[in-house]
């Protein structure tokens, strides 16, 4: 069964410095995508940035980057000089080619601290 | 370009009352999607639309939700009877198609059942 996991619930980071995110999933497909998104508290989802499982190189997007382990079946997100603003809910998410269904982590609620 | 409208906002209702939620896609997206969010939890897929057909409704409740695309543009979800537990956000996504890399969400409809 597909699934994805988000071991961090909360994280306290002081502004200007680098956040890492952990994310883990779990699939027998071969073909798959690897999504992160941003949900501030006025509820809207941001797409930040997406890695296929064939993109040999990590996927970077400005600040954020992807650090994509698939041997590990880890795709954490690395948020570089965080700002005030970033302090929101980030989601992991999957999908799956064939199908386009996607599947959300539980999310990690992130706190910048000035 | 526009992006995905809802509508409404918010809404409060009481159990077994009906409701229903208004999803307009980005002009030209083939797909849309409408999942639901439980509060701290991850947006969980309801029904995904090709067009106007149903690619996957296997998490939808049928016994008291409903979707259409009649016209293979906009989009409404209904629950009739509501019951408490459909308390959430209720999120439209669309994309170009399947195998497209990025939803666009929506603002989503936030549900409150009394």
């Known amino acids: 069964a597909q699934k994805i996991t988000q071991t961090q619930p909360g994280m306290f980071v002081q502004e200007k410095e680098a956040v890492t995110l952990d994310c883990t999933y779990d699939?027998?497909?071969?073909?798959?995508?690897l999504f992160w998104y941003k949900q501030p508290s006025s509820g809207e989802m941001i797409f930040l940035i997406y890695?296929?499982?064939?993109?040999?190189q990590n996927a970077t997007e400005g600040r954020y980057s992807l650090n994509f382990q698939k041997a590990r079946k880890s795709a954490n997100l690395v948020i570089s000089a965080s700002q005030l603003g970033d302090s929101a809910m980030y989601f992991c998410?999957?999908?799956?080619?064939?199908?386009?269904?996607?599947?959300f982590g539980k999310g990690t609620r992130l706190h910048i601290l000035p | 370009e526009a992006g995905v409208a809802q509508s409404p906002r918010y809404k409060i209702i009481e159990k077994r009352q009906s409701v229903a939620f208004w999803c307009n896609p980005i002009?030209?997206?083939?797909?849309l999607y409408w999942y639901q969010q439980i509060l701290g939890q991850g947006p969980k897929l309801l029904i995904q639309?090709?067009?106007?057909?149903?690619v996957d409704d296997s998490q939808l409740p049928k016994d008291r939700f409903s979707a259409e695309r009649l016209k293979g543009v906009d989009s409404t979800l209904k629950i009739q009877p509501a019951k408490l537990e459909d308390s959430a956000v209720y999120l439209c996504?669309?994309?170009w198609g399947q195998g497209s890399n990025e939803q666009f969400f929506g603002p989503g409809t936030r549900l409150t059942v009394l």
């Open positions: 002009s030209g997206h083939a797909t």
């Open positions: 699939t027998s497909d071969q073909s798959y995508g």
């Open positions: 996504a669309s994309s």
């Open positions: 998410a999957m999908s799956f080619r064939r199908g386009d269904k996607i599947i």
């Open positions: 890695q296929g499982s064939y993109d040999e």
């Open positions: 639309f090709q067009n106007n057909g149903v």
